[in-house]
Protein backbone atom coordinates (compact mmCIF):
# COMPACT_ATOMS: atom_id res chain seq x y z
CA UNK A 1 0.00 0.00 0.00
CA UNK A 2 1.36 3.30 -0.83
CA UNK A 3 2.16 5.33 2.42
CA UNK A 4 1.28 9.10 2.14
CA UNK A 5 4.19 11.15 4.43
CA UNK A 6 3.68 14.79 5.09
CA UNK A 7 6.60 16.98 3.46
CA UNK A 8 7.95 17.66 6.25
CA UNK A 9 11.00 15.85 7.81
CA UNK A 10 10.43 14.76 11.58
CA UNK A 11 13.63 15.55 13.21
CA UNK A 12 13.29 12.07 15.07
CA UNK A 13 12.66 10.11 12.46
CA UNK A 14 13.92 6.40 13.61
CA UNK A 15 14.92 3.29 11.80
CA UNK A 16 13.85 -0.47 13.07
CA UNK A 17 17.43 -1.54 11.75
CA UNK A 18 18.85 -4.16 14.51
CA UNK A 19 22.26 -3.76 16.31
CA UNK A 20 21.43 -6.93 17.96
CA UNK A 21 19.93 -10.73 16.60
CA UNK A 22 18.23 -11.75 20.14
CA UNK A 23 18.93 -15.52 21.01
CA UNK A 24 15.54 -16.83 22.11
CA UNK A 25 13.80 -20.39 22.05
CA UNK A 26 10.57 -20.66 20.39
CA UNK A 27 8.07 -23.26 21.06
CA UNK A 28 4.98 -23.95 19.32
CA UNK A 29 2.79 -24.24 22.72
CA UNK A 30 -0.93 -25.56 20.98
CA UNK A 31 -3.38 -24.95 17.95
CA UNK A 32 -6.22 -23.26 18.80
CA UNK A 33 -9.30 -24.98 19.39
CA UNK A 34 -12.11 -22.74 18.30
CA UNK A 35 -12.73 -23.16 14.29
CA UNK A 36 -14.23 -19.67 14.83
CA UNK A 37 -10.81 -18.34 15.36
CA UNK A 38 -9.52 -18.28 12.02
CA UNK A 39 -8.08 -15.09 12.24
CA UNK A 40 -6.57 -14.15 15.06
CA UNK A 41 -5.68 -10.63 14.40
CA UNK A 42 -4.64 -9.29 18.00
CA UNK A 43 -3.63 -10.44 21.43
CA UNK A 44 -3.08 -9.72 24.95
CA UNK A 45 -2.69 -10.90 27.92
CA UNK A 46 -5.39 -11.38 30.52
CA UNK A 47 -5.09 -9.14 33.79
CA UNK A 48 -7.41 -10.68 35.75
CA UNK A 49 -7.03 -14.66 34.97
CA UNK A 50 -3.28 -15.87 35.38
CA UNK A 51 -2.56 -18.02 31.89
CA UNK A 52 -5.54 -16.90 29.83
CA UNK A 53 -5.04 -14.29 26.65
CA UNK A 54 -7.91 -12.68 24.47
CA UNK A 55 -7.67 -12.83 21.09
CA UNK A 56 -10.34 -11.13 18.03
CA UNK A 57 -11.05 -12.29 14.23
CA UNK A 58 -10.25 -9.69 11.44
CA UNK A 59 -12.58 -7.51 9.71
CA UNK A 60 -15.93 -8.37 8.69
CA UNK A 61 -16.46 -10.78 11.56
CA UNK A 62 -18.44 -10.82 14.43
CA UNK A 63 -17.65 -7.83 17.20
CA UNK A 64 -16.33 -10.20 19.32
CA UNK A 65 -13.43 -11.65 21.81
CA UNK A 66 -11.95 -14.67 22.40
CA UNK A 67 -10.52 -15.93 25.85
CA UNK A 68 -8.09 -18.39 25.30
CA UNK A 69 -5.87 -20.63 27.33
CA UNK A 70 -2.24 -21.64 26.71
CA UNK A 71 -4.32 -25.36 25.98
CA UNK A 72 -5.40 -23.56 23.39
CA UNK A 73 -8.91 -23.64 24.75
CA UNK A 74 -11.87 -21.12 24.24
CA UNK A 75 -12.61 -20.05 27.83
CA UNK A 76 -15.17 -17.34 26.79
CA UNK A 77 -16.50 -15.66 23.79
CA UNK A 78 -17.52 -11.75 24.34
CA UNK A 79 -19.56 -9.66 22.43
CA UNK A 80 -19.41 -6.08 22.52
CA UNK A 81 -22.37 -3.78 21.81
CA UNK A 82 -22.96 -1.56 20.08
CA UNK A 83 -19.57 -2.06 17.88
CA UNK A 84 -18.53 -3.03 14.57
CA UNK A 85 -15.92 -5.36 13.80
CA UNK A 86 -15.01 -3.05 9.94
CA UNK A 87 -11.59 -3.77 10.43
CA UNK A 88 -10.71 -5.05 13.83
CA UNK A 89 -6.39 -4.83 13.38
CA UNK A 90 -4.69 -5.16 17.37
CA UNK A 91 -5.45 -5.16 21.09
CA UNK A 92 -4.28 -4.62 24.62
CA UNK A 93 -5.21 -4.05 27.75
CA UNK A 94 -4.14 -2.31 30.80
CA UNK A 95 -5.42 -0.80 34.12
CA UNK A 96 -7.21 2.53 34.50
CA UNK A 97 -6.22 5.12 37.19
CA UNK A 98 -8.61 2.87 39.45
CA UNK A 99 -6.75 -0.29 38.91
CA UNK A 100 -9.17 -1.72 36.62
CA UNK A 101 -8.39 -4.07 34.09
CA UNK A 102 -9.70 -2.67 30.72
CA UNK A 103 -9.71 -3.84 27.31
CA UNK A 104 -8.62 -2.35 24.23
CA UNK A 105 -9.29 -3.23 19.96
CA UNK A 106 -8.15 -1.06 17.71
CA UNK A 107 -10.50 -1.13 14.60
CA UNK A 108 -7.56 0.83 12.71
CA UNK A 109 -7.67 -1.26 9.39
CA UNK A 110 -7.79 0.85 5.95
CA UNK A 111 -6.58 -1.20 3.26
CA UNK A 112 -8.62 1.08 0.65
CA UNK A 113 -6.98 4.52 2.21
CA UNK A 114 -10.75 5.64 3.13
CA UNK A 115 -11.90 6.16 6.28
CA UNK A 116 -12.36 9.34 7.69
CA UNK A 117 -11.44 8.35 11.28
CA UNK A 118 -10.50 5.10 13.09
CA UNK A 119 -11.43 3.90 16.78
CA UNK A 120 -10.66 2.33 19.50
CA UNK A 121 -12.70 0.45 22.01
CA UNK A 122 -12.53 0.59 25.36
CA UNK A 123 -13.93 -1.99 27.58
CA UNK A 124 -13.32 -3.17 31.24
CA UNK A 125 -11.85 -6.95 30.99
CA UNK A 126 -14.94 -9.62 31.99
CA UNK A 127 -14.82 -12.03 34.39
CA UNK A 128 -14.81 -15.58 32.71
CA UNK A 129 -18.29 -17.36 32.42
CA UNK A 130 -17.82 -20.55 35.10
CA UNK A 131 -19.28 -22.57 31.86
CA UNK A 132 -16.41 -22.81 29.44
CA UNK A 133 -16.63 -20.53 25.75
CA UNK A 134 -20.02 -19.23 27.25
CA UNK A 135 -20.83 -16.63 24.79
CA UNK A 136 -21.71 -13.12 27.05
CA UNK A 137 -21.88 -9.54 26.69
CA UNK A 138 -19.30 -6.86 27.56
CA UNK A 139 -20.23 -3.90 29.28
CA UNK A 140 -20.95 -1.10 27.03
CA UNK A 141 -18.09 0.11 25.09
CA UNK A 142 -16.52 3.68 25.06
CA UNK A 143 -15.53 4.69 21.72
CA UNK A 144 -12.54 6.90 20.91
CA UNK A 145 -12.30 8.08 17.75
CA UNK A 146 -9.49 9.54 16.41
CA UNK A 147 -8.11 11.46 12.45
CA UNK A 148 -4.27 11.31 11.26
CA UNK A 149 -2.97 14.95 10.83
CA UNK A 150 -1.29 13.93 7.31
CA UNK A 151 -4.01 12.26 5.53
CA UNK A 152 -5.05 8.10 5.36
CA UNK A 153 -3.20 5.52 6.65
CA UNK A 154 -3.46 2.15 6.91
CA UNK A 155 -2.57 0.36 10.30
CA UNK A 156 -2.66 -2.96 12.29
CA UNK A 157 -0.72 -2.06 15.45
CA UNK A 158 -1.98 -1.02 18.86
CA UNK A 159 0.00 0.16 21.63
CA UNK A 160 -1.16 1.20 25.00
CA UNK A 161 1.49 2.50 27.55
CA UNK A 162 0.93 0.04 31.13
CA UNK A 163 1.33 3.23 33.09
CA UNK A 164 0.33 6.28 31.38
CA UNK A 165 -2.37 5.02 29.51
CA UNK A 166 -1.51 6.79 25.96
CA UNK A 167 -3.13 5.05 23.70
CA UNK A 168 -0.89 4.51 20.02
CA UNK A 169 -0.59 3.45 16.21
CA UNK A 170 1.64 2.22 14.51
CA UNK A 171 1.06 2.23 10.53
CA UNK A 172 1.47 -0.16 7.87
CA UNK A 173 2.88 -0.08 4.36
CA UNK A 174 4.86 -1.95 2.28
CA UNK A 175 7.78 0.12 1.51
CA UNK A 176 9.59 0.03 4.02
CA UNK A 177 8.00 3.48 6.27
CA UNK A 178 5.63 3.18 9.02
CA UNK A 179 5.05 5.94 11.88
CA UNK A 180 3.71 5.85 15.21
CA UNK A 181 0.53 8.15 15.87
CA UNK A 182 -0.41 8.89 19.39
CA UNK A 183 -4.10 9.83 20.74
CA UNK A 184 -4.01 12.85 22.87
CA UNK A 185 -2.93 12.51 26.72
CA UNK A 186 -6.07 13.32 28.04
CA UNK A 187 -9.36 11.39 25.49
CA UNK A 188 -12.29 13.03 24.54
CA UNK A 189 -15.77 11.42 23.97
CA UNK A 190 -18.10 11.50 21.09
CA UNK A 191 -15.92 13.74 18.55
CA UNK A 192 -12.84 12.76 16.53
CA UNK A 193 -9.63 13.55 18.26
CA UNK A 194 -6.60 14.62 16.30
CA UNK A 195 -3.53 12.00 16.50
CA UNK A 196 0.32 13.42 16.92
CA UNK A 197 2.71 11.93 14.87
CA UNK A 198 5.75 11.50 17.36
CA UNK A 199 8.43 9.13 15.21
CA UNK A 200 8.72 7.53 11.87
CA UNK A 201 10.25 4.06 11.40
CA UNK A 202 12.00 2.19 8.90
CA UNK A 203 11.15 -1.48 8.97
CA UNK A 204 13.95 -2.87 6.04
CA UNK A 205 13.09 -5.47 3.04
CA UNK A 206 14.71 -8.76 4.93
CA UNK A 207 15.07 -12.24 3.53
CA UNK A 208 13.18 -15.35 5.28
CA UNK A 209 12.62 -18.46 2.83
CA UNK A 210 8.86 -18.68 2.42
CA UNK A 211 8.28 -15.07 2.48
CA UNK A 212 8.62 -12.14 0.52
CA UNK A 213 11.51 -10.03 1.41
CA UNK A 214 8.88 -6.72 1.53
CA UNK A 215 6.59 -8.97 3.96
CA UNK A 216 9.71 -7.71 6.43
CA UNK A 217 8.29 -4.52 5.73
CA UNK A 218 4.88 -4.81 7.03
CA UNK A 219 4.10 -4.07 10.59
CA UNK A 220 1.10 -5.95 11.83
CA UNK A 221 0.67 -5.75 15.63
CA UNK A 222 2.77 -4.84 18.83
CA UNK A 223 2.45 -4.56 22.80
CA UNK A 224 4.29 -2.86 25.63
CA UNK A 225 5.73 -5.10 28.59
CA UNK A 226 3.92 -4.98 31.58
CA UNK A 227 6.45 -2.38 33.19
CA UNK A 228 6.67 -0.40 29.91
CA UNK A 229 10.89 -0.76 29.81
CA UNK A 230 10.23 -3.09 26.44
CA UNK A 231 8.56 -2.84 23.29
CA UNK A 232 8.24 -5.69 20.64
CA UNK A 233 6.42 -4.55 16.75
CA UNK A 234 5.76 -7.33 14.36
CA UNK A 235 5.84 -7.62 10.89
CA UNK A 236 5.08 -10.78 8.98
CA UNK A 237 8.03 -11.89 9.53
CA UNK A 238 10.01 -11.02 12.41
CA UNK A 239 9.22 -8.88 15.81
CA UNK A 240 11.45 -6.11 16.59
CA UNK A 241 12.17 -4.92 20.15
CA UNK A 242 13.18 -1.69 21.63
CA UNK A 243 14.48 -1.86 25.36
CA UNK A 244 12.92 1.40 27.10
CA UNK A 245 15.16 2.63 30.00
CA UNK A 246 13.05 4.87 32.97
CA UNK A 247 12.48 8.05 32.35
CA UNK A 248 12.71 8.16 28.98
CA UNK A 249 10.32 8.66 26.67
CA UNK A 250 9.16 6.69 24.09
CA UNK A 251 10.40 9.39 21.07
CA UNK A 252 13.88 8.94 22.45
CA UNK A 253 13.73 5.66 22.63
CA UNK A 254 12.63 4.56 19.05
CA UNK A 255 15.31 6.91 18.13
CA UNK A 256 17.75 3.75 19.38
CA UNK A 257 18.09 0.77 16.68
CA UNK A 258 15.58 -2.08 17.50
CA UNK A 259 17.04 -5.75 18.55
CA UNK A 260 15.76 -8.51 15.89
CA UNK A 261 13.85 -11.39 16.73
CA UNK A 262 13.79 -14.45 14.25
CA UNK A 263 10.50 -16.72 14.21
CA UNK A 264 9.68 -19.87 12.48
CA UNK A 265 7.75 -19.55 9.10
CA UNK A 266 3.68 -19.20 9.99
CA UNK A 267 1.33 -18.33 7.52
CA UNK A 268 0.55 -14.90 8.80
CA UNK A 269 1.54 -13.50 11.79
CA UNK A 270 -0.86 -10.45 13.08
CA UNK A 271 -0.98 -10.70 16.62
CA UNK A 272 1.69 -10.53 19.45
CA UNK A 273 1.71 -9.52 23.75
CA UNK A 274 4.28 -9.96 25.86
CA UNK A 275 3.60 -12.30 28.84
CA UNK A 276 3.17 -10.97 32.98
CA UNK A 277 7.25 -11.41 32.95
CA UNK A 278 7.76 -9.27 30.47
CA UNK A 279 10.08 -11.10 28.52
CA UNK A 280 8.57 -14.12 27.20
CA UNK A 281 6.63 -13.72 23.99
CA UNK A 282 3.11 -15.16 22.82
CA UNK A 283 2.38 -14.61 18.83
CA UNK A 284 -0.63 -16.25 16.93
CA UNK A 285 -1.26 -16.80 13.54
CA UNK A 286 -4.49 -15.76 10.68
CA UNK A 287 -5.28 -18.58 9.10
CA UNK A 288 -6.59 -22.77 10.18
CA UNK A 289 -5.10 -24.61 12.10
CA UNK A 290 -4.04 -21.33 14.05
CA UNK A 291 -0.95 -21.94 16.33
CA UNK A 292 -0.39 -20.63 19.58
CA UNK A 293 3.40 -19.95 19.58
CA UNK A 294 5.71 -18.95 22.65
CA UNK A 295 9.37 -17.36 22.46
CA UNK A 296 11.41 -17.78 25.21
CA UNK A 297 14.34 -15.76 25.93
CA UNK A 298 17.68 -16.42 26.71
Known amino acids: MKL ?26 AVLQDK ?29 IYAIDQAGKTRAKVRLPHAVNFDWEDMASAKDGNGTSQLFIADIGDN ?11 ISEPD ?24 HHNAETLLVHPQTRRIYIVTKSEEEKSAVYAFPETLTKDKPMKLE ?12 IGKRPHDACQTTAGSFSADGSRLAISTYSF ?7 P ?6 ALKKPARLITIPLIPQLEAICYDVDGKTLWFTSERLPAP ?3 IVRE
Open 197 to 208: KIADLRFPQRQL
Open 36 to 64: RINESSGLTRSLLEPGVLWTHNDSASDPC
Open 247 to 252: GESLVE
Open 239 to 245: IYEWRIK
Open 128 to 151: LPKTADKEILSADPQIWHGQYPDG
Open 292 to 294: LWR
Open 4 to 29: HLPALIVAFASTALAQQIDKTRTERV
Open 112 to 122: LLLRPSIQVYQ
